[in-house]
């Protein structure tokens, strides 16, 4: 069905077609005609699939028929995770409202960067705001802006809303809203925690649930490479050079990691960046901008800086460092694959690694054949034994502040619930977490025991 069928108007069609779009994705199929009419939505969409253009559109087209009142007022609020997403959504927003005849103004808000501007451009109030909660909440609280003549809501990444702890600031803000209202709610996934703030929000609302397979994510090549943890810089530095790669980001786990091996790259001549969440805004802007220029070759980012990016033809995503959860390995290779192009996902897998990556698998119902590149072949594939200092620590191995929260949480939780032989999520509270991507503060643990069974 091409997108003249979906009952959007003239301009939001034009729009589109300069996008170059063929058709619908499945999500947009479903969820415009949806919204369109006036109902919630409750859509499972896995990030690629083409959901922005599914709740913008719509928004885009109500937004036009009517004229905004004056005043602090905003029409519709998305509420996203991170300040990348709601960047994004942002800059669709105003290429699809190009050839509408009258302006739509979109503001983007998100913490992190000075609040002054953010309030001068709120004079007047605004048809669409793109915010993180946090920064909203300051922007109500300065008298900024008005949430009582909101029409249409969206939660974006509802999933990662939660996961990042703002289940607080989300109750705040939707007491906030009007109780007449359109609610669009987006998630890739729906455990309980979801579903329930799903139930709270929505009434009535037309169900999407699409499969991952049939979305614009065409098929992704996994691989898993085995290879000794000390010898990755070099194997990676060989694979971006051997296999020509124009474009790759690189996930680590830490920031230290992402300047750490962004260094050892550009001192072997290779162009690339750091990105993470404690670099300015400008500079994450600037990193992700020749990025997407192709003027450097490689990013090396963190999951959280990494969140969201919607980077074109980006042919290769390496897992240095594992993610922490299956769900989050989803995440970062739906980097790559995007709009139906092909992907490769790259796993860089250790002896110490590799019962993590196993459940990885398992959890996301996957085999990934694993794989030596010669010259690279892993020493060993035991768990080396931990070496001991005359203090008692791990030596090359400090605890960080990291670490130490995560001890706290695992006390707090003195046995991982098990289901079967899954353990069983637990709700996380902020409290017992100290970065949202802790999403599973004993998972480690559970990983130590495997190895020592
Ligand atoms: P999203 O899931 O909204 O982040 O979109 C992922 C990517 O798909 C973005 O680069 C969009 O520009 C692109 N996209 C959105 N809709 C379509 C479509 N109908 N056909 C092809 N690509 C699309």
Redesign the pocket.
């Known amino acids: 069905m091409p997108f003249s069928q979906l009952g959007l108007s003239a301009p939001l069609v034009r729009a589109v077609a300069d996008?170059n779009?063929?058709?619908?994705?499945p999500i947009?199929a479903a969820a415009i005609p949806a919204a369109l009419r006036g109902g919630d939505v409750r859509a499972s969409a896995q990030?690629?699939?083409?959901?922005?253009?599914a709740f913008v559109l719509p928004i885009l087209q109500q937004l036009s028929a009517n004229r905004r009142e004056s005043g602090r007022f905003v029409r519709a609020l998305i509420l996203v995770p991170t300040r990348e997403l709601a960047a994004?959504i942002g800059e669709?927003t105003r290429r699809y409202a190009r050839y509408l005849p009258d302006p739509i103004k979109t503001l983007v808000v998100y913490g992190g960067v000075s609040i002054n501007p953010q309030m001068m451009a709120l004079g007047g109030g605004a048809d669409i705001i793109v915010a993180t909660p946090g920064r909203l909440l300051d922007l109500i609280d300065h008298k900024a802006v008005s949430l009582a003549a909101v029409s249409t809501l969206v939660l974006d990444e509802a999933d990662r809303l939660l996961a990042l702890g703002f289940t607080e600031e989300l109750g705040r803000i939707t007491a906030l809203l009007p109780a007449t209202r359109q609610s669009l709610f987006f998630s890739a996934t729906f455990p309980p925690a979801v579903a329930a703030l799903a139930d709270e929000l929505l009434r009535q609302p037309t169900r999407i649930e699409i499969a991952a397979e049939v979305t614009?994510a065409p098929a992704i090549v996994e691989r898993a490479i085995e290879v000794d943890a000390r010898q990755r810089t070099q194997l990676l530095r060989h694979l971006v050079e051997e296999n020509a790669w124009t474009r790759v980001l690189v996930f680590v786990a830490t920031k230290y990691a992402t300047e750490h091996v962004a260094e050892k790259l550009r001192r072997a001549g290779i162009d690339v960046s750091a990105l993470h969440g404690e670099l300015s805004q400008g500079a994450r802007t600037e990193a992700l901008a020749n990025f997407k220029a192709t003027k450097i070759r490689v990013l090396v980012a963190t999951d959280l800086a990494a969140r969201g990016l919607?980077i074109?033809h980006l042919p290769v995503v390496v897992n240095y460092d594992l993610p922490r959860s299956a769900v989050d390995y989803v995440h970062r290779i739906g980097r790559t694959g995007?709009?139906?192009e092909s992907g490769l996902a790259v796993n860089f897998i250790s002896a110490e690694t590799h019962a993590h990556f196993q459940v990885i698998e398992k959890r996301n119902g996957l085999t990934v054949a694993r794989e030596q590149i010669a010259g690279f072949e892993p020493e060993s594939t035991e768990v080396p034994a931990p070496r001991v200092t005359g203090t008692g620590g791990v030596k090359g191995k400090r605890k960080s502040k990291k670490d130490k929260l995560r001890e706290a949480a695992g006390q707090a939780l003195p046995n991982p619930p098990v289901r079967g032989d899954r353990p069983v999520e637990p709700v996380v509270s902020r409290a017992l977490v100290a970065e949202p991507k802790e999403f599973f503060p004993w998972a480690q643990r559970v990983m130590v025991g495997r190895r020592t069974m």
Do not use: F, I, V
């Not at 779009?21 to 994705?25: F, K, R």
């Open positions: 996008q779009y063929a058709a619908p994705t947009q990030t690629g699939s083409g959901k922005t253009a994004q669709a614009t919607d074109d995007r709009a139906g």
